[in-house]
């Protein structure tokens, strides 16, 4: 399973991205969000999700310019009803940003405004998603931090949630953690997650 590639941007298009990696081009479908971020690099490393179609076994590679994008693209997909095209439609009409806010603010308008996305849709997207955005679904770990450039953060997350520890839970512990040692590493922040947890 690939988790990213990183390389030349040898084709860029609002819905396609192709990185050239050591000689081998590897096409990705992609949102507007992406396209906006990658416009101007020459080189950029995409987070990749794959899509198997269940019917004929065929599947499809996206691409994200962030972590945080590929885990809303994630959580948008496990909603019943919306498949990987309908995610990548909702990540273009609006940022992740945009979207966490909707859904928390049960903005059905804002939501149904996407292309493809009708009142039941809409009302279900809030429904089963209200409460893992609230919980921090969706968001890759270092995007829950004032402290984004941490990546003790995130491999102290996964650590974490490797050991059995809710995201939720691990995520408040690590702000206040942060709060008092803004520079704490890896090994710190999990010692003193263990004795909050």
């Known amino acids: 399973m690939t988790d990213y590639i ?11 991205v192709v990185v050239d990696n050591a000689g081998i081009g590897y096409a990705m479908e992609i949102s507007l969000q992406t396209y906006s971020a990658l416009e101007n690099k020459k080189e950029a490393t995409v987070y990749v999700e794959t899509q198997v179609n269940t019917r004929d076994g065929s599947s499809v590679d996206y691409g994200f310019a962030s972590k945080d994008e590929r885990a809303l693209f994630q959580l948008i997909t496990s909603v019943s009803g919306m498949g990987a095209a309908s995610a990548r439609m909702v990540l273009s009409s609006m940022n992740s940003e945009e979207f966490r806010t909707a859904v928390l603010a049960e903005d059905i308008n804002r939501i149904k405004s996407v292309k493809g996305i009708g009142l039941k849709t809409a009302q279900r997207l809030i429904l089963e998603l209200k409460d893992k955005v609230a919980d921090g679904k969706g968001t890759a770990a270092t995007e829950l931090f004032q402290n984004a450039g941490n990546e003790s953060v995130e491999e102290a997350t996964s650590a974490l949630q490797m050991l059995g520890f809710n995201k939720a839970n691990i995520g408040k512990a690590i702000q206040a953690i942060l709060k008092k040692k803004p520079t704490a590493t890896v090994e710190e922040i999990i010692k003193d997650a263990l004795r909050m947890l």
Do not use: M, Y
């Open 6 to 16: 990183s390389g030349k941007i040898a084709e860029l298009t609002p819905t396609r």
